[in-house]
C-alpha cells in the first residue's frame, strides 16, 4: 500500500514539474539594466542582517549542503544572514558586504553548530527516501525551504 501512495505521490509530482516547463514563465528575463531594474517590484528584495554568518561548505558532504542550502533558504525569509561559501566569488561577495559596513563573522561552523544558531528559525524536518531521481529530495528541499 506504501509503495503504491509513493508511486501516485511521484507520479503526481512529475506531472505537475511536466506543467511547469511548458507554462510561459511568470518573470520576464531582463536583458539590459534599465530592464533589471523595472523588475524591482516583481522580486522581494530583503536586505542583509545587521551581521552576516560566511559559512565554508566545501568540506561538508552533499547531504549537509544541502540541508545548509536549505536552512539558508528559511532563514533568509525572515533574516536573510547566512551566506555559503563555495566558491572564490562568493569570498569576494563577502569583500563588499565588508565594505558595506555589514558585520561579517566567518566563524567555523559543522552542520550541527549552524542549525543550532539558527533553529529558531526552524519549526521541524522533512524525511524523505533516497532515490535513484533524487524526486523524494527534491520535494523535501524545497517543501522545507518554503514552510520553515
Known sequence: MINKITAFFT???IFLGSISLI?????????SENELLSLEGVIEKKELGDEVFAIDIGGYSYEEKLTAISLQGIVAQKN????????WIDKEYLKNVE????????ETLNLASLIEKFKSYVS????YR??????????????ATVNG
Open 11 to 13: 507520479a503526481f509530482v
Open 23 to 31: 507554462s510561459e514563465p511568470a518573470i520576464p528575463e531582463a536583458c
Open 80 to 87: 536573510p544572514s547566512i551566506v555559503l561559501i563555495r566558491s
Open 99 to 106: 565594505q558595506s559596513g555589514i558585520k561579517v563573522n566567518y
Open 124 to 127: 521541524g524536518y522533512i524525511l
Open 130 to 143: 533516497e532515490s535513484e531521481f533524487a524526486e523524494g529530495l527534491n520535494v523535501a528541499t524545497n517543501y
